[in-house]
Nanobody, 114 residues
Framework: VQLQASGGGLVQPGGSLRLSCTAS????????MGWYRQAQGKQRELVVS???????HYADSVKGRFTISRDSAKNTVYLQMYSLKPEDTAVYYC?????????WGQGTLVTVSS
């Protein structure tokens, strides 16, 4: 599975941004898709995941501010981010888990700063 992430950029605190992750195959065949992030000097952490059945899991730090969605026709998963904070600054990675194999997209940098 190849994953292409896009949508990062510079945004002011309180602003919004939407990330996209397009997969090279039908996403309904992928067990779990998710977004991770890695801030400078920190470990990579799960932001949110969604199963093929639609079950989502959000990190406590983003609950109520971030929303994951998907468009099966476009083989794309989105991460809508609202009320961004400086601590959301990180490289965001798309991930796909299929048949116990994990695939990663290239990261996209999100910078929240005034």
């Amino acid at each position: 599975v190849q994953l292409q992430a896009s949508g990062g950029g510079l945004v002011q605190p309180g602003g919004s941004l939407r990330l996209s992750c397009t997969a090279s195959e039908r996403i309904f065949r992928i067990n779990v898709m998710g977004w991770y992030r890695q801030a400078q000097g920190k470990q990579r952490e799960l932001v949110v995941s969604i199963t093929s059945g639609g079950t989502t899991h959000y990190a406590d730090s983003v609950k109520g501010r971030f929303t994951i969605s998907r468009d099966s026709a476009k083989n794309t998963v989105y991460l809508q981010m609202y009320s961004l904070k400086p601590e959301d600054t990180a490289v965001y990675y798309c991930n796909a888990l299929r048949s116990a194999v994990s695939y990663w997209g290239q990261g996209t940098l999100v910078t929240v700063s005034s």
